[in-house]
């Protein structure tokens, strides 16, 4: 058993690519997914998606590396479905995949912001919830640039390890709490993302070799089976795990 059959799971970055995944996911265990993201339309459309086919949902909209949206995003679990079991920190973007000397200030702000002080605002916010449960999982989705230095730009790469600072530091500081905080580090995965990796060049982040190395990139659903592996029973045992989900590419 999953255990997460009627838990409340809120999942970030679910109105498309790997959160979307997720959400749908954790819906077939029968858990109740708040679909939290920028885009209402997208997150609408995985709500609909998702009661359709018989399972609960609602969505909560907006920037969530804004301090009102992740109160907003906490407070429609906790009166939605009655309390928090699983946050899974996934929205993120991937920018202009600039080299250090080229960052601008607005773009190492936004990349930051929104990869890695997000999900430190949506810990913070959570936290109290699932303390007063006495058990809970965060996941959240690193990278391959959270392993090594990436081509996929120097905030990115940067925010990503931030990820695995606040995986350790969560999983350490609430392990006799009964809170287990893990990650997954995807590797190239086919989503709007993915759009943006270099074709050509021989970064550990190009495409292009990746390809020739490993023959395909991930789907999607590949990441979201992982996610819902770390968030359930069946990983009792994984905490402080940052867990390589690429095929090998960073064996
Ligand atoms: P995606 O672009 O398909 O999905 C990202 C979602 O996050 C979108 O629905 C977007 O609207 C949402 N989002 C972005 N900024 C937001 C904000 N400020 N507030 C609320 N929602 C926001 O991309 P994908 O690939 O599904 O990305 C998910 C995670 O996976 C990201 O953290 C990304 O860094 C990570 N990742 C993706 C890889 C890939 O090759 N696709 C590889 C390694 C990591």
Redesign the pocket.
Known sequence: MSGLEHSSVIV?????????AAALRFAAEGARVVV????AE?AEAVVAEITGSGGTAVAAV????EQA?VDRVTVTAVESFGGIDVLVN?????DAMTAAADVTDEEWERVLR??LT?PFLLSRAVLPHLLERGKGAIVN?????ALRGSAAGTA?TVS?HGIVGLTKSLAIMYRDSGIRTNAI??????????TQ?PREGHGPSALGPYLGNFGR?SD?TE?AEVIVFLASDAASNLNGVILPVDNGWSA
């Open positions: 970030t970055g679910a109105a498309a690519g790997i959160g979307r939290a993201d920028l885009n997208g907006g920037d969530l590396s949206v996934n929205a993120g973007i991937m929104i990869n997000a989705t690193a990278s391959e640039a990115y990503k580090a995807p590797g190239a995965t086919m989503t709007a993302i993915a990796l990139i999607p990441q």
